[in-house]
């Protein structure tokens, strides 16, 4: 079993990366790429999240304790950013981490910045994508 330890080490492990924008890095404005085996180990925040997935699915992490999803970060919804949604059973339920490159622990839900709107998320277990319903508002 995984454990609030290990969320929180490969966090740390994958954030240690340095951040490098697409277009600086591919010549192109998005682009989609593990940051652990990226030449350089750089990367931006989709990035840092891909990497984050395979790392904890490496270690075994079930597939569906895992989601991709991007927050506006911006008032005017102009600026988005993604992250890793990690579940991790408890003996009350589910405790639900944020971890996101550039902040350096994990987020639990009270600690999300106030500024971020939930965009998108992926539906657990599965290549499919979701709205989230206040970014519909």
């Given at each position: 079993?995984?454990?609030r330890n290990e969320i929180?080490?490969?966090h740390s492990?994958?954030?240690a990366c340095e951040y490098e924008a697409d277009l600086a890095k591919y010549g192109v404005p998005e682009k989609w790429a593990d940051i652990m085996t990226?030449?350089?180990?750089?990367?931006?925040?989709?990035?840092?999240m891909i990497g984050k997935a395979h790392q904890f699915l490496a270690?075994?992490?079930?597939?569906d304790h895992l989601r991709f999803?991007?927050?506006?970060?911006?008032p005017d919804k102009t600026g988005y950013h993604a992250v890793l949604?990690?579940?991790?059973p408890t003996g009350d339920g589910i405790c639900t981490y944020m971890l996101s490159n550039g902040i350096s622990t994990p987020l639990v839900a009270a600690d999300i910045p106030a500024g971020w709107v939930p965009h998108m998320y992926?539906?657990?277990g599965t290549p499919r994508w979701e709205f989230a319903q206040e970014a519909l508002t």
């Open positions: 079993m995984i454990t929180f080490r490969i492990t994958v954030n990226a030449a350089g180990k750089t990367g931006d925040c989709e990035d840092t270690a075994g992490w079930p597939v999803a991007t927050y506006w970060t911006q949604l990690v579940d991790l992926q539906i657990a």
